[in-house]
């Protein structure tokens, strides 16, 4: 289920994507970026609605994706 980031405390939004930076280890090419600009980058990404936030009801986790991947039910049946 798709989860509007509209709807989290801000500090809270902050956290996830934070936590999602984080765990996502994601190479940025020869330039390092700083955590700073990587938590930027997500937000515009959700503020543009290329992520989504989501959530699966049968781990009870929350994640990211690009808007395109996600299909309802998914999170469900590819964590099984």
Known sequence: MIIPWQELDPETLN?????????EGTDYGEQERTLSQK???IRRQLKSGDVVLVWS???ETLNMMPRG?????Q???EEM
Not at 15 to 23: C, H, Q, T
Not at 69 to 73: D, E, I, K, M, T
């Open 39 to 41: 938590v930027d980058d």
């Open 15 to 23: 956290g996830v994507i934070e936590a999602f930076v984080l765990r």
């Open 57 to 59: 009801e049968l781990h």
């Open 75 to 77: 999170e469900e049946r």
């Open 69 to 73: 991947q996600f299909r309802p039910g």
